[in-house]
C-alpha cells in the first residue's frame, strides 16, 4: 500500500462517515460542515486517483468534489442572508 492509497482511504472516510452522520440525523445537509467533508474527501480520493488513475472513479469524484464545493457556496450565501441587519461578518483569516 502506498501513501497515496492511504490518502485516497482517507478520503473515502470522510465521504462514508459524513454520509453514516447524515443518515443518523447527526448531520444536516444543510449544515456546512457536510459539503466541507465531502469536498475535502472528494479532493483527497482524485489526489489518490493522480498516482493510480481510474477514469470512472475521476469522473465521480470531480462531480462530488463540484455538488459538494456548490453545497458550501450556498450555505454560506445562506448564512450571509439570514444575518440581521447591519450585523458584521468577521473574516475568518
Same mark, same amino acid.
Given at each position: 500500500?502506498?501513501? *497515496?492509497?492511504?490518502?485516497?482511504?482517507?478520503g473515502?472516510?470522510?465521504?462514508?462517515?459524513?454520509?453514516?452522520?447524515?443518515?443518523?440525523?447527526? #448531520?444536516?445537509a444543510?449544515?456546512?460542515?457536510?459539503?466541507?467533508?465531502?469536498?475535502?474527501?472528494?479532493?483527497l480520493?482524485?489526489?489518490?486517483?493522480w *498516482?493510480? *488513475?481510474? #477514469?470512472?472513479?475521476?469522473?465521480v469524484?470531480?462531480?462530488?468534489?463540484?455538488?459538494? #464545493?456548490?453545497?458550501?457556496?450556498?450555505? %454560506? %450565501?445562506? #448564512?450571509?442572508?439570514? %444575518?440581521?441587519?447591519?450585523?458584521?461578518a468577521?473574516?475568518?483569516?
Amino acid at each position: 500500500m502506498t501513501p *497515496f492509497d492511504v490518502i485516497g482511504l482517507v478520503g473515502v472516510g470522510l465521504i462514508v462517515a459524513a454520509y453514516i452522520l447524515l443518515q443518523a440525523d447527526k #448531520l444536516s445537509a444543510a449544515n456546512p460542515w457536510f459539503s466541507v467533508v465531502n469536498a475535502a474527501g472528494s479532493a483527497l480520493v482524485l489526489v489518490s486517483l493522480w *498516482f493510480e *488513475f481510474n #477514469l470512472a472513479a475521476a469522473v465521480v469524484e470531480i462531480f462530488w468534489l463540484i455538488v459538494s #464545493l456548490f453545497g458550501l457556496w450556498r450555505s %454560506r %450565501r445562506g #448564512l450571509r442572508e439570514r %444575518r440581521p441587519p447591519g450585523h458584521q461578518a468577521q473574516d475568518p483569516g
